[in-house]
């Protein structure tokens, strides 16, 4: 079974500055999708960025962007010039190709201090 | 689009009573999605439906849960009888199966049994 792990439950980061959120995965596919979902207080999921196993090129939305390294299972997300609205939880998550189910690591605080 | 819509936002019940969650996903999505959210077990996928029919419940805990999607715009989450250690956040999300990816958060039910 495919299991997504973020080892680091708290983090925190000063506002303006960089932040790099790890995700670790196992699998044995080769078609896969991952993804981060951000969660804040109100508690609504929404999608912040998507990476096609695919693609060998790192996907990018505005100051949102990952790392993706496919021999070493990692995917993680870098935010740069950090907002107080980014504080949130921060959900890794893994889709196999053909298959519409989502599996999400146990998730992130994220902190920004101004 | 309204986005996804569940209610209501906030259940509260004492144990043993039937607990009805309701979502309409959005208009012209064919995939519809029951999770649930604790501090413990993370988000956890209950079941999905493509086209209005039940795809996969594995995830469904025990009896007392059973869930319906009567039409394209309609679902329910049922838990009869509820307990205590049903205490979550239950989520419905919506997605095009056509396209890769990306699932529509509701806003989530927080059910409180007690």
């Known amino acids: 079974a495919q299991t997504v792990t973020q080892s680091q439950p708290e983090m925190s980061v000063q506002e303006a500055e960089t932040v790099t959120l790890s995700c670790t995965y196992d699998?044995?596919?080769?078609?896969?999708?991952l993804f981060w979902y951000k969660q804040p207080p109100s508690r609504q999921m929404i999608l912040v960025i998507r990476?096609?196993?695919?693609?060998?090129q790192n996907a990018t939305e505005n100051r949102f962007s990952v790392n993706f390294q496919k021999a070493a299972k990692s995917f993680s997300l870098k935010i740069s010039d950090s907002q107080l609205g980014d504080a949130a939880m921060y959900f890794c998550?893994?889709?196999?190709?053909?298959?519409?189910?989502?599996?999400f690591g146990k998730g992130m605080k994220l902190t920004v201090n101004p | 689009d309204a986005g996804v819509i569940q209610s209501p936002r906030h259940e509260v019940t004492e144990m043993g009573q039937e607990v009805t969650l309701r979502c309409k996903p959005i208009?012209?999505?064919?995939?519809l999605f029951w999770y649930r959210q604790t501090m413990m077990r993370g988000l956890e996928l209950l079941i999905y439906?493509?086209?209005?029919?039940?795809?996969?419940d594995s995830g469904m805990p025990e009896d007392r849960f059973s869930a319906k999607m009567p039409n394209a715009s309609f679902s329910t989450l049922k838990i009869q009888p509820s307990e205590p250690r049903d205490s979550a956040v239950y989520f419905c999300?919506?997605?095009?199966?056509?396209?890769?990816?990306?699932?529509?958060f509701g806003p989530g039910t927080r059910l409180t049994v007690t």
């Open positions: 439906f493509n086209n209005n029919v039940p795809i996969d």
């Open positions: 999300a919506s997605s095009l199966r056509e396209e890769v990816g990306e699932q529509y």
């Open positions: 998550a893994y889709r196999r190709g053909g298959s519409e189910k989502l599996v």
């Open positions: 990476q096609e196993a695919y693609k060998q």
């Open positions: 208009s012209g999505h064919n995939s």
């Open positions: 699998t044995s596919e080769s078609d896969y999708y």
